[in-house]
């Protein structure tokens, strides 16, 4: 995705935060949320296999509990 920010919140940068999350659709009532996220200006580019799973290492990885 793109953001695009206005030049007000181009002046202040420190502001900025996005947070994303993923869910599933249900139209009864709301889902569970399985992950979300957030990032503060100035967006970094995560460094490539940071989670270390392609190098067999899931600490960072946790069970799916149903």
């Known amino acids: 995705r793109t953001f695009t920010f206005d ?3 181009m002046a202040r940068p420190e502001d900025i935060l996005v947070i994303a999350w993923a869910q599933q659709p ?3 009532f ?3 949320v399985h ?3 957030q990032i503060k200006w100035p ?3 995560p460094a490539l296999f940071a989670d270390g799973f392609e ?3 899931l600490s960072a990885w946790s069970a799916a509990v149903p």
Do not use: R
């Open 55 to 57: 190098s067999g290492d």
């Open 7 to 9: 030049a007000l919140s």
């Open 26 to 28: 249900f139209d009864a």
């Open 30 to 32: 709301p889902a569970e």
């Open 35 to 37: 992950q979300a996220a």
């Open 43 to 45: 967006f970094a580019e």
